[in-house]
């Protein structure tokens, strides 16, 4: 896609007046005489436009402008007699911020500023070839867009305001907007003297999104602060749905490294969202926009095409580069040329502030099963009551300290906000409006749950986890929970690399900022379960599945999809992608599939394709499947999202683990099938791994060390095998222990055979985790790497760098074998 800017400065139509001036004659050291946001648009046009940046033209009025219209009007007196109450305890926010509107909307235009908006409009229409423009109408703060305050939201927009009339009116409201109770009650919040913010208005030309789509992103993870990638928001209509949390939004991630590399295409997430309803333009009386019900076909497809989230992906690393930080921007498409437009851009407030030394963790103490779930804003978890509002005039009604619930927030509720425990809406996005406030504020909250205010009762006792990766989840009761601050700062260096166990790709991106040497083991397995749900075998041969339900969740969750087996490689590719994105350059080793027959029998259509062993544990699993014509099919879909994941969307740091070989005759069948789908070990430095997790792999070590590029051993496997007790019984609980002497010696075998062979080993079971003197042990065995759940990270690189000293005083060198 090409962009082309209309708005370039032209001798004939510059302006004389001097209450008025182009947003290309401005730039963003103009935020005294132009407010935040007009500073940054003019910024954009005059030096981003040969950039490929398009910015919808337009003009803004001066913050003199502002103040002439407050001393014409003799407003001052009102303004100050009304807040001096407030301070003081004699009127309230609401009473005092009417007073001070009404006093706005009761003046009048000056004669010379009147006629120079005017004058402009008539130019910026003509620019455009029509006699009274369609503009947007926004406020813009002089401490606005702040790189420590955003303020985003507390004045108005209005949009598609036509003719001189209108916009006066709306240029009006702009000025009112300055007081609304938000803005009074987050200036005080901020420490900004209300008399020193003046307000500048931006009239735009308005793009036709409300024949296309329009939405929010920003150039770092709103809820991590990971900085490579493009969060992006898109909803039908108009922009302000997405901006007040009202549509439930698609959601698009992608990685910026990537951008700009021929061949790559670094989309690392794709998630289709309700959007139930979208703005448009009204036509005929005063009322200028309308919300209407979304098609089904508009709910069940996508607003952005790959291409277009890519477009506006660049746009928003240029945008960052400029800025020189991370951004939060807003875009629109146009329905009637199908450009992209960037609307507003403003400095990212909350990640950019929190100390990347500082590493917050909370975990729930228990396990429980969650009443609600919705998109988690932050990380943290909250207990408290439910307090139920259902819109902003009951907003007197809120308890402090309470869970809030409701519909949907927007700017109106910053001021009880900031007084919950929580908040938790029926509606919104990870980027409205309401989660941007909740985050600035420090308030976990759960948007876009659905069924809120319906299923949650005022008074109820209820704990809201935002720690389990960005679904929220909403449990009943009042649980414990612990959070651990750990100073990323102060960890020791090791030899032995210190990697991560990481399940879910929703998780992987809160820990980023562990110094991780990258992922020791991706399940697959889980990812397939979590985001794929679907068996792969009953996308290859749909007329199998034999449960109508089943058919039917397989059928709504492939729509869209001309072959229901590019939906499997789809979704897995993609759920991979977000999971590796964190951790690149490291290695990110993914373990094929490891279910068990009675586990695929849980997944949609499951039941139709798996057998009823007695025994799964030692069953029809691991490497067994991948050659097995039973299975081989499903196999193949494997295969392609790994292949697309390393060579269409970019992470060839992605290194393939084949779990429960066997034999080694089953890994040269397994070998065999992964070169025939495009895996060839060493092509495109492609690296296989086996799991060292069967007494045999312990015993031919050697042979499979030359069909293999690195063991990883499977502490949880390898002793339940060796010891002969099933992992899963509750009886035999008590004697299933890693540190068995049986076990540790298999394990001191294993990693002196892989090190003579001359290949890396490592491990990923659960024992380092558990138990820091096994972790020790491994250490002085001379392992490569330890991978470790993101929780005992921290605690278990101490015990690591500690058993290194120990073996370095005794000359006995830890991490004998080749580097990982």
Known sequence: MTFVLRCTTDPEISMSNTHTVWFEDIGRGDVPLVGGKNASLGEMVAALSRRGIKVPGGFATTADAYRYYVSANGIEPE???????????????????????????????????????????????????????????????????????????QQETFLNVTGQRALLDACRRCYASLFTDRAISYRQAQGFDHMDV???????????????????????????????????????GLGETVVQGAVDPDTYRVFKPFLGQEGKTPLVERSLGAKERKMIYATGGSVRTLTKRTT??????????????????????????????????????????????????????????????????????????????????????????????????????????????????????????????????????????????????????????????????????ITLSCAEGDRGAVYEGTLDYEATEVD????????????????????????????????????????????VKVHPMALIEPHRVSDEGARQAIE?????????????????????????????????????????????????????????????????????????????????????ALKRLREEIGFDNVVIMVPFCRTLAEADRVLEVMEENGLKRGENGLQIYMMCEIPSNVFLAEEFARKFDGFSIGSNDLTQLILGID???????????????????AIAQAIAKAHDAGIKIGICGQAPSDHPEFAAFLVEQGIDSISLNPDSFVSTMKVVAEAEARAARTRAPAGVGPSS
């Open 79 to 153: 303004m100050r007699r009304w807040l001096e109450a407030l301070d003081t305890g004699h009127a309230s926010l609401q009473e005092t911020g009417a007073a001070v509107r009404q006093a706005f909307l009761e003046g009048v235009f000056p004669s010379d500023l009147e006629a120079s908006i005017i004058e402009s409009y008539t130019k910026l229409s003509a620019r455009n070839g029509q006699e009274a423009l369609s503009v947007a109408v926004r406020s813009s703060a002089t401490a606005e867009d702040l790189p420590d305050a955003s303020f985003a939201g």
């Open 198 to 236: 003046a307000l500048s208005i931006g009239v735009q030309q308005m793009v036709r999104s409300d024949l296309a789509g329009s939405g929010v992103m920003f150039s770092v993870d709103t809820e991590t602060g990971f900085p490579d990638v493009v969060v992006i928001s898109a909803a039908w």
């Open 296 to 461: 089904r076909r508009e709910r069940e497809t996508f607003v952005l095409s790959d291409a277009e989230v890519l477009e506006l992906a660049r746009c928003a690393k240029t945008i960052e580069d400029h800025y020189g930080r991370a951004m939060d921007m807003e875009w629109a498409k146009d329905g009637e040329s199908d450009e992209l437009f960037i609307v507003q851009a403003r400095p990212e407030t909350v990640q950019t502030q929190k100390e990347a030394g500082k590493l917050v963790s909370y975990r729930l103490k228990g396990k429980a099963e969650p009443i609600l779930t919705g998109a988690a804003v932050g990380e943290a978890i909250a207990n408290g009551e439910v307090c139920a509002i259902r819109d902003a005039s009951q907003i007197d009604a809120f308890r402090d300290g309470t869970i809030l619930v409701t519909g949907m927030t927007d700017p109106d509720w910053v001021p009880i906000m900031k007084r919950a425990a929580g908040i938790i809406t029926d509606h919104g996005g990870t980027t409205s409006h309401a989660a941007i406030v909740s985050r600035e504020l420090g308030v976990p909250a759960i948007v876009g749950t659905q069924t809120a205010t319906r299923v949650l009762q005022d008074g109820q006792a």
């Open 488 to 531: 990323l700062a102060g960890l020791p260096e090791t030899t032995t690399d210190v990697m991560l166990n990481i399940a879910s790709p929703a998780a992987a991106m809160r820990w980023w900022r562990l110094p991780a040497h990258g992922v020791g083991l991706a399940r697959m397995e889980f990812v397939i379960n979590n985001l």
């Open 556 to 640: 709504d969750l492939t729509r869209g999809y001309d072959n229901p087996a590019e939906y499997f490689v789809d979704t897995l590719s993609l759920g991979l992608a977000k999971l590796a994105a964190p951790f690149h350059p490291q290695p990110v080793i993914v373990r094929l599939s490891d279910f068990k027959s009675n586990e695929y029998a849980h997944l949609l259509g499951g039941e139709s394709f798996e057998p009823e062993e007695e025994n799964p544990m030692i069953g029809w699993r691991g490497a067994s499947r991948y050659h097995s014509e039973s299975y081989r099919p499903g196999f193949e879909l494997e295969c392609r």
């Open 727 to 745: 992992r899963d019984s509750d009886i035999l609980a008590d004697q299933f222990d890693e540190r068995d002497e049986a076990v540790k010696r």
